[in-house]
């Protein structure tokens, strides 16, 4: 039982930098703004976040200066496409791209550096309880950061003032701004809470789920990340549970290559994207719900003068 | 009615770079009254509308609130001093419930939790029945609009500006609003109503402003004025007459649709339910309507747009073309006149003549696959010269033409080709007055030169001036067709509000009878 125990504890690991990335883009694509460049966010982040912990000796350090990082890349997204009006799409590619050649070129001097990571919660006693112990108190802090971070966000969209703003602004910029909302603001506000919990998803991976830096660590997930949001309609309890679900198939491929399963690693290394995108499509062909959950405007531009 | 206006406007003047939208207009709205302002598409109502609501800012004029001067007029401020809008073109957010989209417009203050009891509270007491957790996007137009009414009287207003609030309403959900308005009034709130129905406005209002081109040309008491006078005020001349021809019965069936019954494909969508629908040659056959209830679907099969898998589901001059495109369809001698100018009947950035190009290319404008310049410029040149369109010439781009010229230029465009079956989808939705009485004449004269045509329309006036038989469409399901002078407009808004549909054959999620104000 142990084992089960183990096992979920590292699902969560595993799927915690996509919880991080896709809530954060979830709020952004909510206020209608579709930001592309959550790869880009995520790189910059970690390299940013590994770079401050290996220089101060602090991890929780790095993961703040990760989160700034992020907040930083997406700020420029949005002075590109909320005040100068560029195409969404285009600049938030363009932002991937420049992310993750910025990252490895300011990350070449990391490369082979052995950092202190953050370890994961050991509360004395209570974590080696049988089973919840490791289950309740084993995780890293990150993982329970996320977990707070997907109830907020619930919380704030669903049940709060605030949040009911940032949908009407999502769904429909032009009543918004009759009612009289500042409908640019708001989006900058999301693009930049977006760059930041993709900061924070990067972070997570340099100091807490594998403390080192390699070139293109985030090894797509920035591009699961955006999937996940679509497939999950999104909805914040799907986007968790697609996460999840990444989280185990990856941890699966690994049982699969210790017990020296005889399929070439490069399939199996595709098996956690695919799973997450089949199955994540199959829960999605609800028209209603994706015209419900849908912010009808996104990726249009808003110009409160037309 | 001595005390000191509400509102005051004097001498606004909007300019825009090719138009004086306002030109000095003076403007008095008294406490307890409803002050119409009336004046044909262009003349300036919309302009003084937002500058009122503060959305846009005048270029000269002032701008006075219970006797004192406003300085600047912001809509934020406007909202704070109790002037509430109910919009043409709802501001309403679809995903959102009833409550949620009142307490966006509401202030901070006012959005306690007892909201969906006053919601509740206020739309009984004014008799505009609303639940308050039901999703917006599954109410019909005359159950949107109430959430638009019942959002502002929760602001307590003390100026309500009501814009063309009846072109979406059963005539019977027209008398419902005019009491509740009344009502209003009663209590001392000042209505500015805009529209265009003179009939509408001597039963409603007690004074009215005229506009037009951006001028005030009048000021009535509409009450005791006729039609004809308040019309030779809005359009400096009276209102020309359509020429009619008897109807002359027996042509062939040119567009027959049969047991047609098609689940939504949208889910915001509305399914259709067993239309049976049959024009003949030398006829016009009008379907009545409040949007929503199943035209833009039945638009799409007829036009092509939607195919069906069953050919004879639409047959077109005997020609079973259910599964052929709108291309193939127009090839049978089809022409549709959709209802989005911009967009679906002419592409907003290109040249009137390449718009001509785009739907009379069968027309000898294309010979070996290459276009004939020449002849489409021709084309075009004397579509604009035949139609009376102002426009700068066939190069002229279809954006830069106003409502009513690009209608006309469209509905030219179509009958040039000599269709032998003509559809019409509110051929003169925000068109000015001369220019919808030309496009009617021209649909009458092609069906007294032989052609069959259908007019999809919510403006029961229009279709009663110049159909022959008649139809209604209420969710989704048709009507039977009666000759247009056997019926009236009190039974055709019955039909409306879906009175002929037998109990419990009600699937899904439709739009409900209940969908007019007050309609229930």
């Known amino acids: 039982m142990d084992q089960v125990a183990e096992l979920l504890v590292l699902t969560l690991a595993a799927g915690t930098p996509l919880v991080f990335a896709a809530l954060g883009e979830l709020v952004t694509e909510k206020s209608g703004v579709l930001n592309l460049g959550v790869e880009g966010m995520m790189l910059v982040g970690a390299v940013t976040s590994f770079m401050v912990a290996a220089t101060t000796g602090s991890p929780w350090l790095g993961v703040g200066a990760g989160m700034l990082a992020g907040a930083a890349l997406s700020l420029v997204f949005a002075v590109l496409t909320l005040s100068l009006m560029a195409n969404q799409v285009a600049t938030g590619l363009a932002l991937s791209l420049f992310g993750i050649g910025l990252s490895a070129f300011v990350g070449l001097g990391y490369v082979s550096i052995v950092i202190e990571g953050i370890a994961p919660l050991g509360v004395p006693g209570l974590s080696d309880l049988p089973l919840v112990g490791k289950l309740l108190f084993g995780h890293n802090p990150l993982v329970y950061l996320s977990l707070a971070l997907f109830a907020a966000i619930r919380w704030f969209l669903y049940r709060t003032r605030p949040g009911l703003i940032l949908r009407a602004v999502g769904e429909n910029p032009q009543s918004a701004h009759a009612i009289g909302f500042p409908v640019v603001r708001i989006r900058y506000l999301a693009v930049m809470f977006g760059g930041a919990c993709a900061g924070i998803g990067g972070a997570y991976l340099a100091v807490a789920y594998t403390p080192l830096w390699t070139e293109g660590m985030t090894a797509g997930r920035g591009w699961i990340a955006l999937a996940l949001v679509v497939f999950a309609t999104w909805r914040p309890w799907r986007v968790l549970a697609g996460a999840y679900l990444f989280g185990g198939v990856t941890l699966a491929t690994f049982q699969a290559q210790a017990l020296g399963v005889t399929v070439p690693s490069q399939l199996l290394a595709m098996l956690p994207y695919l799973a997450t995108i089949v199955v994540l499509a199959i829960i999605s062909r609800d028209a209603t719900a994706i015209r419900l959950n849908a912010p009808a405007s996104l990726g249009r531009p808003f110009h409160p003068g037309l | ?520």
């Open chain 2, 1 to 520: 009615m001595t005390d000191a206006p509400r509102l005051h406007l004097a001498g606004i003047t909007k300019r825009y770079p090719t138009v004086v939208a306002n030109d000095g207009i003076d403007l008095d709205v008294r406490p307890g009254e409803i002050h119409a302002v009336l004046g044909e598409n262009g003349a300036g109502k919309s302009t003084l509308m937002k500058i009122i609501y503060g959305v846009v800012k005048p270029d000269a004029g002032s701008i006075a609130w219970d006797g004192k001067r406003v300085a600047a007029f912001t809509p934020a401020r406007a909202r704070r001093l109790g002037v509430g809008m109910v919009f043409q073109h709802f501001s309403l957010f679809e995903t959102l419930t009833v409550a949620e989209n009142i307490v966006l417009a509401l202030d901070h203050d006012r959005a306690g939790p007892g909201l969906p009891a006053r919601i509740r509270d206020v739309s009984e007491r004014y008799g505009l029945p609303l639940d308050p957790d039901r999703r917006v996007h599954s109410m019909s137009v005359g159950e949107r609009q109430r959430v638009e009414i019942v959002r502002c009287l929760l602001q307590d207003p003390r100026l309500l500006i009501m814009d063309e609030p009846t072109s979406v309403l059963t005539p019977q959900a027209v008398e419902k609003l005019f009491e509740t308005l009344r009502r209003l009034a009663a209590e001392g709130c000042s209505i500015l109503y805009i529209s265009h129905k003179l009939d509408e406005i001597r039963a409603l209002c007690h004074r009215a402003t005229v506009l037009r081109g951006g001028k005030v040309t009048g000021e009535c008491d509409p009450r005791h004025e006729s039609s004809t006078a308040l019309a030779r005020m809005m359009i400096g001349g009276d209102l020309p007459h359509p020429r009619h021809r008897a109807a002359r019965p027996g042509g062939a069936a040119m567009l027959v649709v049969a047991n047609l019954t098609l689940p939504a494909a949208d889910p915001f969508g509305t399914g259709l339910h067993d239309v049976c629908l049959g024009v003949h040659a030398g006829e016009i056959v009008g379907i009545a309507g409040v949007s929503g209830n199943g035209q833009a679907e039945l638009l799409a099969v007829l036009s092509g747009e939607c195919r069906l898998a069953d050919p004879g589901g639409v047959v077109i001059g005997g020609v079973p073309a259910g599964r052929q495109d709108a291309g193939a369809r127009r090839a049978l001698g089809l022409g549709f006149i959709p209802e989005d100018r911009l967009g679906r009947g002419a592409v907003p950035e290109m040249s009137l003549a390449e718009n001509t190009l785009l739907t009379a290319h069968r027309q000898g404008l294309v010979a070996h696959g290459f276009i004939r310049n020449d002849a489409v410029r021709a084309a075009a040149a004397a579509t604009i010269k035949e139609y009376r369109v102002k426009a700068g010439g066939p190069d002229a781009i279809a954006r830069s033409l106003s409502g009513g010229n690009l209608q006309k230029f469209i509905v030219g465009r179509e009958i040039r080709q000599r269709p032998k079956v003509l559809i019409a989808a509110q051929p003169t939705w925000g068109v000015d007055v001369g220019a919808a009485a030309q496009i009617r004449q021209a649909l009458i004269d092609l069906r007294d030169a032989g052609a069959a045509v259908l007019v999809v329309s919510e403006e029961l006036d229009e279709l009663f001036e110049i159909c022959d038989r008649i139809a209604v469409i209420a969710q989704g399901r048709l009507s039977a067709l009666r000759p247009a002078s056997e019926t009236n407009a009190a039974e055709i808004g019955m039909l409306m509000s879906g009175s002929f549909i037998a109990p419990g054959t009600h699937g899904g999620r439709q739009f409900s009878p209940a969908g007019a104000i007050g309609a229930d």
